[in-house]
């Protein structure tokens, strides 16, 4: 969703590369550039005027002309303006002293209520909670039936004793205020500790929709009121969020849709103009694409500085720790790395999610947009089932697998049999590497560990040659008589040495003569 816009804030950045000193005149040009790639963006306008004017305040001061470099020092203050406008800190949900907490979820039809939903339960679920979900929105045709079904796949109930209706020709019949009563009480009853009350929404602000999600938050007195706002509305989404404000009163924000190409600038935007913090974001259609809102990691990303917190706390949600201690016992006993090992890895990878939203985190990442956007990710499942296509023993000993067993498994795979060879010449290159690892080799041509290289390679023989010296004279003559004297003088020293003793000293000597304690003699073998 940012991409326009980081690409936009890059390229600025990129013209104060290596300047020394930053003038007034260098320093204005680029807030003008900040100013037209957060208009482009859709951002509102209050919102750019106090971020520009916040920026180019702190540029112009002594904390950029002061600055070891300047340019550094000018992406530092955009970084911090664009935390601030997103909220500045992270904002977690709020439970009550008492349970169950109750979180009501509200926002314009199309905004992704129901969805979200969903999301939020199986978040909350696997955050160790006890969810229920509550059906509201009985004036949606099958928002119930929707609801019911994302919590089967959550795997969280759902409270509906009301159908709704099933088409845009019937009239809703039931209360929604009276069904969020009971779905409290249904949650104090089944112990229940948190109660997601899904409510209804329409194509647009009207009088109507205010009045019943008041009526609901004045009914069931919510600890948490979720504003649930489509991330690719633009403009408009300021407006909208103004009138929930004051309408509803609610106290976070969730944005959806954040995977989606529009310019992202509600999210810049609506935590700015009502001062209620984004809480939530939602970045695709699968139940797991759902993730706290922590506003440092999103500019982070914004600025094309990458988001490893959020791509290591994925790896750690979704990693098999048993499959993980299996690969480091086989690792430390030196076993060597089969096409097993290497089909296991690969569907670990794919546990974590999208491989081109884990790429898309990494730092500079925008330099490589254009590949990753060509990235199929279907590419993980033709490897699967090319891997899938060989026998038990060729998954072992890949070295057997010669002309007719590479055609056998391209047509097993459906694949061209140059892709099967393709994929044996990258496993063989990860065997050699992790064989060398398990050796205790370290990671070929990385700097500082043993390999070509590193310390164990030509940098070693360096130092190794380096401690033998070598003649002084360039004649050979003089030379050979250096080193005919050298060896004379080591032979000397050896025979000066006394014999006999570890350390040199005298083989045989007299206790008497040494001042001991009387019957030490005893402890000396004498």
Not at 18 to 28: C, H, V, Y
Not at 422 to 438: D, I, S, T, V, Y
Not at 448 to 473: D, L, N, T
Not at 481 to 489: K, Y
Request: positive net charge; hydrophobic residues 40%.
């Amino acid at each position: 969703m940012f991409n326009t816009l980081s690409d936009r804030l890059t390229a600025t950045f990129k013209n104060l590369r290596g300047k020394g000193r930053l003038t007034e005149a260098d320093i204005d040009a680029t807030v003008r550039e900040i100013r037209r790639a957060l208009l482009d963006a859709d951002v509102a306008v209050p919102v750019v005027r106090a971020f520009t004017a916040a920026v180019k305040e702190r540029a112009l001061g002594l904390e950029v002309s002061q600055a070891l470099n300047p340019g550094q020092q000018v992406v530092k203050i955009v970084n911090e303006e664009l935390v601030g406008i997103l909220g500045g800190e992270t904002r977690r949900l709020r439970l009550a002293k008492n349970p169950p907490t109750v979180i009501m979820l509200a926002g314009l039809q199309g905004a992704g209520k129901t969805t979200l939903a969903g999301k939020l339960s199986k978040w909350l679920k696997g955050q160790g909670h006890s969810p229920l979900l509550v059906a509201c929105d009985l004036q949606r045709p099958n928002a119930v039936r929707q609801l019911q079904v994302n919590g089967e796949r959550a795997g969280v109930p759902v409270y509906a004793p009301h159908p709704g209706v099933s088409s845009e020709f019937e009239s809703a019949t039931g209360d929604p205020v009276a069904v969020a009563r009971q779905g409290i009480a249904e949650a104090r009853a089944r112990l229940h500790d948190v109660v997601i009350v899904d409510t209804a929404g329409r194509l647009g602000v009207d009088a109507e929709l205010m009045q019943q999600a008041a009526d609901i938050r004045a009914a069931i007195n919510p600890d948490e009121v979720l504003f649930v706002i489509d991330a690719m509305i633009g403009q408009d989404a300021v407006n909208t969020a103004l009138a929930f404000n004051e309408g509803v009163d609610f106290t976070g924000v969730v944005l959806t849709k954040l995977d989606g190409d529009a310019r992202g600038g509600a999210a810049l935007s609506v935590a700015s103009v009502t001062g209620k913090p984004v809480m939530f974001a939602s970045t695709g259609e699968g139940l797991n694409d759902f993730e706290l809102f922590h506003p440092d990691r999103m500019a982070s990303r914004i600025l094309d500085m990458g988001d490893i917190l959020t791509l290591i706390e994925q790896a750690e949600q979704s990693w098999d720790k048993d499959e993980a201690a299996r690969m480091a016992k086989k690792f430390a006993d030196q076993e060597d790395f089969t096409l097993d090992d290497f089909l296991a890895q690969m569907q670990q990878i794919r546990n974590m999610g999208s491989m081109k939203k884990m790429l898309m985190m990494m730092p500079g990442a925008a330099n490589m947009r254009e590949q990753l956007e060509n990235f199929d990710e279907r590419e993980i499942d033709r490897v699967e089932a090319i891997v899938r296509s060989m026998t038990p023993h060729e998954r072992l000993a890949p070295k057997i697998i010669n002309g007719s067993r590479r055609a056998r498994i391209a047509r097993g795979s459906g694949v061209h049999v140059s892709e099967v060879n393709g994929l044996l010449e990258r496993f063989g290159q990860a065997q050699k590497m992790m064989r060398k690892m398990a050796s205790g080799g370290g990671i070929p041509g990385m700097p500082g560990m043993a390999g070509p290289g590193g310390f164990g390679g030509p940098r070693k023989k360096a130092v190794a040659a380096k401690g033998k010296k070598k003649p002084r004279s360039g004649n050979p003559a003089k030379a050979a008589q250096e080193l005919q004297e050298a060896e004379a003088r080591r032979a000397a020293a050896r025979t000066a040495a006394p014999t006999g003793a570890a350390f040199g000293g005298q083989a045989d000597f007299d206790p008497s003569a040494m001042n001991l304690p009387k019957g030490f003699d005893k402890f000396l073998g004498k």
